[in-house]
T-cell receptor, first 113, second 113 residues
């Protein structure tokens, strides 16, 4: 099956902890993304990664960092979570930087208590 | 800069009602326009796209027509069903310069049986 796979589906953690979310795509795409989806369903792009070039949304706090081993994987680490980080984190990929065949994973829901 | 505007944040309809979700865009040239649908617990998935003036996209009974004159790509369905309850995103991919991808704020549709 070719798709974008995210793990875990759901994660509950306490303020100050470190968390890491995994994303893998088997579509052969060149570009991957992380989005944050808030409670109002607003999609905010956090990072895009293409050919080892990382583009960071300047509004993203420094405690967030993407980690990539190859073009099929883009993980997300949050160093010290805060309550406002509670959201759904969506990974996506596209065939190229132009966003062709944009495909999303099913998301990781994070709850910070 | 390029942008997408969805005016309805939440829509509640009864089964068999007519649906319209408004989408207007701002971009130079001829961007590619998309509608995505996100069902509960899933990531957004492509409903359809259009890339030329007057082109109609359609899928699963939903349709939208690219209108460069009014810079619109309104989503319509003649008779909604409870299973259509989801979040709908209008999106744009600019086709000039660096091809960025932009999502609207999303419209949450609830269909009451």
């Amino acid at each position: 099956e070719t798709a974008v796979f995210q793990t875990p589906n759901y994660h509950v953690t306490q303020v100050g902890n470190e968390v890491s979310f995994n994303c893998k795509q088997t579509l052969g795409h060149d570009t991957m993304y992380w989005y944050k989806q808030d409670s109002k369903k607003l999609l905010k792009i956090m990072f895009s990664y293409n050919n080892k070039q990382l583009i960071v949304n300047e509004t993203v706090p420094r405690r967030f960092s993407p980690q990539s081993s190859d073009k099929a994987h883009l993980n997300l680490r949050i160093k010290s979570v805060e309550p406002e980080d509670s959201a759904v984190y969506l990974c996506a990929s596209s065939r190229d930087r132009g966003g062709s065949d944009y495909t999303f994973g099913s998301g990781t829901r994070l709850l910070v208590i | 800069g390029d942008s997408v505007t969805q005016t309805e944040g939440q829509v509640a309809l009864s089964e068999e009602d007519f649906l319209t979700i408004h989408c207007n865009y701002s971009a130079s040239g001829y961007p590619t326009l998309f509608w995505y649908v996100q069902y509960p617990g899933e990531g957004p998935q492509l409903l359809f796209r259009a890339s030329r003036d007057k082109e109609k996209g359609s899928s699963r009974g939903f349709e939208a027509t690219y209108d460069k004159g009014t810079t619109s790509f309104h989503l319509r369905k003649a008779s909604v069903q409870e299973s259509d309850s989801a979040v709908y995103y209008c999106a744009l991919r600019s086709n000039t310069g660096y091809q960025n991808f932009y999502f609207g704020k999303g419209t949450s549709l609830t269909v009451i049986p």
